[in-house]
């Protein structure tokens, strides 16, 4: 896959992760770990660029606080347009799966 | 930013830790192993750096797309605006390129800004000087500089070569290039001991003369010249941007040669320009204490009644520069930037009535999801383009201004040669245009309910455009008095030849009587009133003290009268000048082979003399050396002091037969009933005929006292010139505003012819919401002018700066503009059809 497809499917993994609950970069980094292995690459640190694209963009959004570990984190929180986003994406991604997996049976 | 970016990662960098020690790993390794996962933090900011980089240059190309749409959408406003801004723009361009010299770009020695002029300042002159045997004194004692140098006044020489030319020669101290900082592009600068009389010649050229003589010959140096017939080497060149510190010309520069010995005696008159290069710390002020014990000692030097006359100056070279232009560059500046803000207030004029247009398209998108945030950058970049779009467009205007002030008057303003658009003042424009754009571009932010803001902007104009012209017609009234005042003499149909003989040719007395007494031979054959003069109005001679004059069984005169002016001439010479003899005679012809030579005093110097006694037969010595003679007219004043000061004192004194008074340097002048450029040649072919070498410089009185007026008129046409702008610009501003308000009223318009306004009420209407705001504006702009024009008082001849009439103009003519601008929206709102204004 290409790179900026690679980029655009960590962003959706981000907003689907924040649709459950607002989290902070670490917890997303587990969760998206835990739920596609290798999406990441090995470097935890990448996640970050994409967090800040998404920020600029508005789709969601950072505020300093104290975890239940009492450690400060910036903790995400999806926005109105996010959600927005994120439901087009679903949408657009369930479409296209369905047409693939149509060709491929017919294929 | 960066340290938000830090915070975070280091969260990541502690939690990740904490999970990792939870996973069972001791304290150090787990840190280690989190740092090591994350991967390198240097790399995560660069990446989080480019992505704000990039989404910031989106949005800015995104912006600036959509600034560019709007403006093709509504061209008339688009034009409208950048023509205004072009012109306030180019405008303060075009004015600071020609003052930027003069008071901001730093003069063209290295540390310019320790160099200082010093010396005393007298009635004898406009500017400091010295006399060499206390400047030797001061130069062992001083403190204050880490070098200070001098030079003789500037003078002339004849170089000898195939054509024969007139040379600036300035000679001065073996350290004066090494004070200002300064080596010779070729060759060396001078030893020290060059300056000691007798020790073999040597001359640095400047480079205009080493391409002009010496066709830029490398292999130059060690060569010789002729300079007033003394052979000469050349040592080197001086470089091709180098400016003498007092900006007098300059073809060749010579080490002094006077003696120490000769400075040293009491009656000795060598005159100094001295300058100085102040030592690390020392401030103006500083050298000017440090100075004072040793100004004090020498003032012991100087006759007791001119004392008080006489003080200490010292001062940076830029002011010694520029002390006759400050206030102008000053004034035009703040002109132009007063012209600058009103086009500001009237593109933000422009833009308020484009966001009430756009009111819908920008409710649409903020609907659309656009935060306040994004819709204020949209404003803002559409107003810095609309800066950049008016600076790119001003800049064009600025050099073809500045075309015109060259052209117009080249000796309008000091360094005005120098004056050109590059990168520093492209800097400058860039600077102005982006301020100008967020100065109009917050206009909105201010706007209340009713236009409110604007017609506040409106008035501001107006306000403004009445200042500039209130100061154009104080500028102008004060040319036409400067150029019509009486003179004292008359220059029309006079003709002046000026020449300085060759000091070698003409070394003795006997061959300068012989020079002079075949001149006025040949040329008293040229039809018309002729004399010899050794100067000529509108400027004196170097004078003598007052102090010094006795008059024969009076008492002493006052002491601080200041100078006296004094001019040997032939007898012809109040006929062709034109000066009127008001009491007693003129010289005669008879009176010069012999006797007491005969004296004509000027009405000033005369009642001061005199107060109500007749002058006429008294016994006078005028220089106080017993040089007795009588008085036997007096002449009216005629200006000698240039033309904004009013004639100081003098005293002719008949040139005699067997004189060499009148020296090397002479001007002939002709009084003619023809026309005074068919004299021209013949004069030529006269002077040439005795001494075909000798470089003449002919030319009508007319042109000579018009050189003075160069600068008056200079800053007249240029205050004028921003006057109108404004006045355009306000008048365009005021249409804008009433015919917006129409277009806004329309349907109230409608109401009210309806239920029976007649169309004359309606224009009522309008006209007196302009006058409201004019009204306004005028009180605004005379009291403005009141209080500002006073600093120009400097700058205006016979003429307060409180000019009543030139208020009264001023006020007239913006109030007839007004007028005229609120006239066709008046007019056509009286021109509504209710039937169709109710309707829509």
Partial sequence: ?107 | MKEDWQDEIDSHLEMRGDWNQAQGLPPDAAKAEARKQFGSPLRTWEDIRAVHISIWLDTLWQDTRQALRGFRRSPIFSLTAIATLAIGIGATTAVFSAVDPLLFRSLPYPGADRLVSFGFFGPIDTNEFHLAGMYLDWRTRQTAFESMTSMLPAGTCDLDASTPRRLQCVSVEANFLKTLGIAPMLGRDFLSGENQPGAPRTALLSYDLWRSQFGADPNILGHTLTLDDQQIRIAGVLPKDFEMPQLGGIDVMLPAQWSETAARAPNSTIFLRTFGRLKDGVTIEQARERLQPLFQESLKGVPPELRPEVRLVVRSLRDRQIHEVKLASWMLLGAVLALLLLACANVANLLLARATARRGELAMRAALGAGRGRLVRQTLTEGILLGLLGGAVGCVVAWSLLRVFITAAPEGLLRLNQARIDLRVLLFTLAVSILSALLFGMAPAFERPQAVFRKFLVAAQVAISLLLLTGASLFARSLQKLETQPLGFQPARLVAASFTLRRQKYRTPQAQVAFYRELEERLHRIPGAFALSDSIPPRGSMGRPYSNIRIAGHPPLQPNGGMVGFRYVTPGYFQAMGVRVMSGRSFEEAERATGVPPLVLSLTLARRMFGSENPVGQQVDLDGLGHWGTVVGVAADAKNNGLSEPAGPEYYRLRMDDSIQLGLSAVALFRTAADPDALTPWIRREIAAMDSSLPVTVTKMETRVDAYTNRPRFIATLVGLFAIFGLTLAAVGLYGVMAFLVAQRTREIGIRMAIGATPGNIAALIQKHALVWTGGGVAAGLLAAISLTRLVRGLLFEISPQDPLSLVIAAGVVAIAATLAAWIPSHRAARVDPAAALRT
């Fill in chain 1, 1 to 107: 896959m290409k790179q900026d497809h690679l980029q655009g499917t960590l962003e959706l993994v981000i907003l689907k992760t924040l649709s459950a609950a607002p989290n902070h970069g670490f917890g997303i980094t587990l969760h998206v770990q835990q739920a596609s292995t290798g999406l990441l690459g090995v470097e935890e640190g990448s996640l970050y660029p994409a967090l800040h694209r998404l920020e600029k963009q508005r789709l969601i959004q950072g505020e300093w606080k104290k975890t239940e570990n009492a450690r400060r984190a910036r903790i995400y929180t999806l926005t109105a347009a996010g959600r927005q986003r994120l439901t087009e994406a679903e949408t657009n991604w369930a479409t296209l799966s369905k047409g693939l997996q149509k060709l491929l049976r017919f294929a």
